[in-house]
């Protein structure tokens, strides 16, 4: 049974720091990672998706590597603004009759201050 | 484009009552898949439907059921309501051949007293 775990489970910093979320995963067998991003009580924003065989996916100021073989990802958040306050919650899925089924950590809750 | 809708957006019932929850998938999806938010956690897998048939379920009891339209719109039913069924419920919809990226709804918040 596929397990995810996101640490840390919270981070607090000031505006303009570079962060670093990690995310780990029990089977390395994956088809893909998405990181979504939530803000309290909404929806699941999609920020990267990163499929099996790569590497690293980039958007703009953000930055998430994949290390299969390690079932690790991280996310990496360059000059970070109180914008970018939110739950960020890492996901994988396998190949296999149900397209797509999503397998979630818990999440880190990210709070930039001014 | 229009991005994946859900309806309502916050419900409050009482235990034992039965309850409806709708999503409009993202044009051009042809799967849809529920999951379930506890306060403080990751969601959980409910069920995926694709072409109109359950294609796969996670660890929830038969109370726990849906529908797929032929417009690809889905219908999350919960019968006998417990108050442990108090989330936010979360819909996705993703199309076959595109990496099964899924996008995500708005949420319904129900809440069970």
């Known amino acids: 049974k596929q397990e995810v775990t996101q640490i840390p489970a919270a981070l607090s910093v000031p505006e303009g720091e570079n962060l670093v979320l990690n995310c780990s995963f029990t089977?390395?067998?994956?088809?893909?990672l998405q990181w979504f991003r939530q803000d309290p009580g909404k929806g699941l924003t999609s920020l990267l998706l990163?499929?099996?065989?790569?590497r690293e996916q980039t958007s703009g100021r953000l930055n998430a590597s994949l290390d299969k073989s390690s079932g690790r990802s991280t996310l990496y958040i360059a000059a970070s603004q109180p914008g970018d306050s939110a739950t960020y919650l890492c996901?994988?899925?396998?190949?296999?009759?149900?397209?797509?089924?999503?397998?979630f950590g818990r999440g880190t809750q990210l709070t930039v201050w001014p | 484009e229009t991005g994946v809708t859900q309806s309502p957006t916050h419900l409050i019932k009482t235990r034992g009552q039965q309850v409806t929850l709708r999503c409009s998938s993202q044009?051009?999806?042809?799967?849809v898949s529920w999951y379930q938010q506890a306060l403080g956690q990751g969601p959980q897998f409910i069920f995926q439907?694709?072409?109109?048939?359950?294609?796969g379920r996670g660890n929830f009891p038969p109370r726990f059921s849906g529908l797929q339209f032929p417009n690809y719109s889905s219908e999350l039913n919960v019968n006998a309501l417990e108050l442990d069924d108090s989330a936010l419920y979360l819909c996705?919809?993703?199309?076959?051949?595109?990496?099964?990226?899924?996008?995500f709804g708005p949420g319904t918040r129900l809440t069970v007293l």
């Open positions: 996705a919809s993703s199309r076959t051949g595109s990496y099964n990226e899924q996008f």
């Open positions: 089977d390395s067998a994956i088809y893909n």
């Open positions: 990163i499929q099996s065989s790569q």
């Open positions: 996901a994988v899925s396998h190949r296999g009759s149900t397209l797509g089924r999503l397998y």
């Open positions: 044009s051009g999806h042809n799967t």
């Open positions: 439907y694709y072409r109109e048939e359950e294609n």
